[in-house]
């Protein structure tokens, strides 16, 4: 385990851990609240379903046309 000389030595030194994740949640919220994270539409989504449908589609036009 490494030293800290900055930490506080002796009976001081018995220090709540929960102390560091209150500073540390201080240091990120110190910006402020952020925005909403933006939302994915479904617009990519659904042009690929309907691609693949197609797809399938003429493979299953060509296989038709190929066996008649």
Not at 34 to 50: E, F, K, Q
Request: no cysteine.
């Amino acid at each position: 385990m490494a030293h800290n000389p900055q930490a506080p030595q002796g009976p001081a030194g018995q220090h709540d851990p929960a102390g560091s994740t209150q500073m540390f949640r201080a240091f990120v919220d110190e910006d402020g609240p952020r925005p909403p994270a933006a939302t994915s539409s479904s617009g990519p989504r659904v042009g690929l379903i309907v691609g693949i449908a197609a797809l399938v589609a003429v493979v299953a036009a060509v296989v038709w046309f190929a066996l008649s």
